[in-house]
Structures are given as C-alpha cells and as structure tokens.
C-alpha cells in the first residue's frame, strides 16, 4: 500500500514538472505598446510657444500654422510632438548645449489626419476657425486662439463646433498664468497689478511677462500698444 502511495506521488510530481515546464517556455509574450498610440494630427489653428534652444536661459518661439501635420502621441494634458532628434547633450542637467526635444500641445491646436491626409471634417473645421480669425480684431489677434476662447467662453460668447474647454486653468480669483510679451515697464507692470493681477516674473531682455490675470481683463491688458502677445506659458521638456 504504501509502495502504491509512493509511485502515485511520483508520477503526479512528475505530471506537474511536465506541466509546469511547458507553460514556462511557452508562456504568452509580454503585451506591446500598440502602434495606435502614435497618430498623426493636423494644426487647426495656429500654435507658438517658446522652447529651450541652448540652456534653460536661451529659449525662442516655435510655431506652427493651421494645416502643418506632425505625428504625435495623445498623453494626459495633451499631445506631445518630437521638434528635434534625441541627444546625449540633453541628459543630466541643462547646459548651454541643451535643446528642448519635444513639446506638449493643447488637445484642441489639433484634429487627428489619418495617414497625414487631413480629413474633410479636419479641413470644415480649418475652413470655419480660419475665417473666425480673419474676423478678429487688432486686440484679439495679440491673444493666443488659446486665450482668446477661453475669455470667449468666459463671456457666453458661442463657440464654433461646440468648443466649450480650452484647457486654461484659473485660480481662485479666476485669474489665468499666462506668458505676456511686451515692451515691458514700470507702467505696464503697475498697470497689470491694477486689474487684480500678480506678476510672477519679468525679464526685460526677453520681453516677457510670466503673471496672473484676470480672464476677464484679459482682452484689455491685451489692447495697450505696449503689449505684443499673450499666450499661455511653455513648461521645457528635456530629454
């Protein structure tokens, strides 16, 4: 009897080496990043904002214009675009040498194209935000499309194609951060704080302002001749 049991227990050990073994190497692969992932997209309105060129202090502005397709992978505040090759000079800390390898844009710069060919709704949508901007005004053409919608938006103004998030983020004052470009002064900074806003940084060489201000002021800060562009601020992505 118990030579019985023994031999049992052998043969189903065994069993299950076999087993066991079997599954091991012929295991399903690991899953892979899908392709599908990575699309490309066309501009439906023009974008600039500024990258890192030669360290963190040396930047420029990049834009690109309603037509312009690019690939892209869709992340969480956006779609991040490759604008220069990979390099070894980028890793670490930021040297003179540093340039800015990709950048994040807002969700609604960009409509997929399929294929790099634009599609018929991607080129309405082009055809209708295009001719809204060449109905715009001086004042409205130095605020970024980002801006300029969400201060739309902001006054109950309807938007094309239903647009009703533009991604712009106020504090508690219902102030928007933006990046102001402007013949900078006393008088313009003073000005700023004047409408409840609060200026972060400036940097007179550059010409930029980094402050917060009221999404309803907005349009009018952006009237002064003083003032060339608002948008909202770059954040650097280095590899």
Do not use: C, W
């Amino acid at each position: 009897m118990k030579k019985t049991i023994l031999i049992s227990s052998v043969i189903i050990f065994a069993i299950i080496i076999v087993v066991g073994t079997y599954a091991f190497y012929n295991k399903a692969p690991a899953l892979e990043v899908s392709s599908s992932q990575v699309g490309s997209y066309v501009f439906t309105k023009n974008y600039t904002t500024r990258i890192t060129v030669g360290g963190i202090v040396d930047i420029t502005n990049k834009t690109y214009h309603v037509g312009d397709v690019v690939s892209g992978k869709k992340v969480s505040d956006g779609i991040n675009i490759s604008i220069a090759p990979n390099s070894s000079v980028n890793d670490g800390q930021s040297s003179n040498a540093s340039y800015q390898e990709f950048i994040t844009v807002p969700v609604d710069y960009l409509a997929p194209s399929g294929n790099g060919q634009i599609s018929q709704t991607a080129l309405d949508e082009i055809a209708t935000l295009e001719k809204g901007k060449a109905s715009q005004t001086p004042t409205e053409n130095k605020l970024s499309s980002h801006i300029l919608d969400a201060f739309k938006i902001n006054a109950g103004i309807s938007m094309p194609y239903g647009i009703q998030q533009t991604g712009v983020t106020l504090d508690s004052q219902n102030r928007v951060l933006v990046d102001i470009n402007a013949n900078i002064s006393d008088a313009l900074l003073s000005y700023i704080k004047s409408l409840n806003g609060e200026v972060v940084n400036s940097f007179v060489q550059q010409k930029s302002i980094l402050a917060y201000v009221p999404l309803a002021k907005i349009e009018e800060l952006a009237g002064r001749s003083d003032v060339i562009f608002i948008k909202p601020p770059a954040v650097p992505e280095l590899q």
